[in-house]
């Protein structure tokens, strides 16, 4: 099985900027891909951003240029650096992994439990 662990989030004003980070344990050979969702009450969960193996990545349209994914070095780890933060972008962030066992050669998916970010006005 895999964890993942979030850490960051929080209360921040508009304008200002949050970390998140997630961290994944536990049986991985390899992984495909980290990203992270966000879903906002009422909503349906969104992409915002994701970053594969090879470091290639993709932003939602409404953060781009305000947020930057990235990896750790070396650990299982994904970053989401936050700027110019809007009230628009209050929601639960998720961290998710597509990665695969040493055995089985299809990728799983796992999500992160959820970090709350609120962006007041």
């Known amino acids: 099985q895999v964890q993942l662990v979030e850490s960051g989030g929080g209360l921040v004003q508009a304008g200002g900027s949050l970390g998140l980070s997630c961290a994944a344990s536990?049986?991985?050979?390899?992984?495909?891909?980290m990203g992270w969702y966000r879903q906002a009450p009422g909503k349906q969960r969104e992409l915002v951003a994701n970053?594969?193996?090879?470091?290639?990545?993709n932003y939602a349209d409404s953060v781009k240029g305000r947020f930057t994914i990235s990896k750790g070095v070396g650990a299982n780890t994904v970053y989401l650096q936050m700027n110019s933060l809007k009230p628009e972008d209050t929601a639960v962030y998720y961290c998710?992994?597509?990665?695969?066992?040493?055995?089985?050669?299809?990728?799983?998916?796992?999500w992160g439990q959820g970090t709350l970010v609120t962006v007041s006005s």
């Open positions: 536990g049986s991985i050979f390899s992984i495909n891909d």
């Open positions: 998710n992994v597509h990665w695969r066992t040493f055995t089985d050669p299809r990728y799983l998916e796992v």
């Open positions: 970053i594969t193996s090879g470091g290639s990545t």
